[in-house]
């Protein structure tokens, strides 16, 4: 298949099927920034009330970085990767005086990489670099990479960046997106692409235990509770992992915080 034709035909479908979310019913970097974050790894169907009751909590940069984080935490709920929540205010503090518009700037920040760098820049403000996620992807080894095997996202994002609607590439990635989502749903990468990798089972996970104790605080009177009280917490849960480990890992990436024999958010 041409590029042209290719072009065609997904901007064809995309006008029949374009999925309305709110993120793109902006052009407001901030609000662009928050939907990003918040759909990394998570699905948009869990993101979509969340995101609404997230900017009318914060609805600005200014707003979110001058916040308490068990209020941040409290309003996140839900969403599981507590770190991303952290990694959006210290964003957010940066970002009251001047949004950058430039991929390799944006990758500056806190919790931002190079996909979310050009996601943003793209949909903020029409930067025509091209990038991956898994629906993106999934639609260039439909069509380019049918009969080949272990295809590295370089060989991807040549044909990608030939490929991007140079008129409106904001438009063009949100039609790669829901045809890979939609019209592609079915269609496994395994195998054909060396980015690959089966997410792993949350229940029952290290993850899922470090998300039990933010949760445990964020319901305990001031957000604190004894490390007794939380090692108790985590028995009862059935946890095989040390609660020595877990509240650890937690204090590492600065969720929680150690007051005496206890821990706060």
């Given at each position: 298949?041409?590029?042209?034709?290719?072009?065609?035909?997904?901007?064809?479908?995309?006008?029949?099927?374009?999925?309305?979310?709110?993120?793109?019913?902006?052009?407001?970097?901030?609000?662009?920034?928050?939907?990003?974050?918040?759909?990394?790894?998570?699905?948009?169907?869990?993101?979509?009330?969340?995101?609404?009751?997230?900017?009318?909590?914060?609805?600005?940069?200014?707003a979110l970085a001058k916040t308490a984080d068990a209020k941040l935490l409290s309003v996140w709920k839900g969403l599981g990767?507590?770190?991303?929540?952290?990694?959006?205010?210290?964003t957010a503090f940066l970002l009251q005086e001047e949004f950058p518009k430039i991929p390799a700037q944006l990758e500056l920040?806190?919790?931002?990489?190079?996909?979310?760098?050009?996601?943003?820049?793209?949909?903020?403000?029409?930067?025509?670099?091209?990038?991956?996620?898994?629906?993106?992807?999934?639609?260039?080894?439909?069509?380019f990479f049918a009969n080949t095997t272990n295809v590295s996202d370089k060989e991807i994002l040549t044909i990608a960046q030939?490929?991007?609607?140079?008129?409106?590439?904001?438009?063009?990635?949100?039609?790669?997106?829901?045809?890979?989502?939609?019209?592609?749903?079915?269609?496994?990468?395994?195998?054909?692409?060396?980015?690959?990798?089966?997410?792993?089972?949350?229940?029952?996970?290290?993850?899922?235990?470090?998300?039990?104790?933010?949760?445990?605080?964020?319901?305990?009177?001031?957000?604190?509770?004894?490390?007794?009280?939380?090692?108790?917490?985590?028995?009862?849960?059935?946890?095989?992992?040390?609660?020595?480990?877990?509240?650890?890992?937690?204090?590492?990436?600065?969720?929680?915080?150690?007051?005496?024999?206890?821990?706060?958010?």
């Amino acid at each position: 298949m041409t590029i042209p034709s290719f072009q065609r035909h997904i901007l064809a479908w995309h006008r029949k099927n374009r999925r309305d979310l709110p993120w793109r019913n902006t052009k407001d970097p901030y609000k662009i920034l928050v939907s990003e974050i918040m759909l990394q790894q998570t699905q948009v169907s869990r993101v979509l009330p969340k995101y609404e009751e997230f900017l009318r909590a914060f609805p600005t940069p200014k707003a979110l970085a001058k916040t308490a984080d068990a209020k941040l935490l409290s309003v996140w709920k839900g969403l599981g990767y507590w770190r991303r929540a952290r990694y959006l205010k210290e964003t957010a503090f940066l970002l009251q005086e001047e949004f950058p518009k430039i991929p390799a700037q944006l990758e500056l920040l806190p919790g931002i990489g190079p996909y979310t760098a050009r996601a943003l820049a793209c949909f903020a403000f029409q930067h025509q670099e091209a990038f991956l996620d898994t629906n993106i992807r999934r639609v260039y080894l439909h069509f380019f990479f049918a009969n080949t095997t272990n295809v590295s996202d370089k060989e991807i994002l040549t044909i990608a960046q030939k490929a991007v609607w140079k008129r409106n590439p904001r438009e063009w990635h949100y039609a790669l997106f829901d045809y890979g989502a939609i019209e592609l749903k079915d269609k496994s990468i395994n195998k054909r692409s060396r980015h690959y990798a089966k997410q792993s089972k949350f229940e029952g996970s290290f993850r899922s235990f470090r998300t039990k104790v933010v949760r445990f605080l964020l319901d305990q009177p001031n957000q604190t509770a004894s490390s007794m009280k939380i090692a108790r917490m985590l028995r009862d849960a059935e946890t095989l992992y040390s609660p020595g480990n877990i509240v650890q890992s937690l204090l590492k990436d600065g969720l929680i915080k150690k007051k005496g024999k206890s821990y706060s958010l």
